[in-house]
């Protein structure tokens, strides 16, 4: 799923649940969702364009090490919620 489809999907169960989420339950979901948007893909390489993670790129000493997207997070998070 796109990364936009992954946030659409956290908002709809956001809002079913909103009166059903304890107060704990509702500061583990704004930790995963803040980790989801922490996990945004970008473009990278203009020639063959790939999506990466921004948040696991590596930015060592100028150079941009990409990591693939959807990363072994979102992956995870994915997983869990299908």
């Known amino acids: 799923m796109t990364h936009d489809e992954l946030l659409a999907k956290l908002n709809h169960i956001d809002h079913s649940?909103?009166?059903?989420?304890?107060?704990?339950?509702?500061y583990f979901f704004k930790a995963l969702r803040a980790v989801v948007e922490l996990h945004k893909p970008f473009g990278w390489n203009s020639n063959n364009?790939?999506?990466?993670?921004?948040?696991?790129?590596d930015f060592d000493d100028g150079d941009v090490v990409p990591a693939a997207y959807?990363?072994?997070?979102i992956q995870a998070?994915?997983?869990e919620l299908a």
Not at 17 to 26: F, G, H, K, V
Not at 49 to 57: P, R, Y
Not at 70 to 73: D, F, G, I, R
């Open 49 to 57: 364009l790939h999506l990466c993670c921004i948040a696991c790129a």
């Open 70 to 73: 959807p990363c072994p997070t």
């Open 17 to 26: 649940a909103d009166l059903t989420m304890d107060e704990s339950e509702q």
């Open 77 to 79: 998070i994915e997983k």
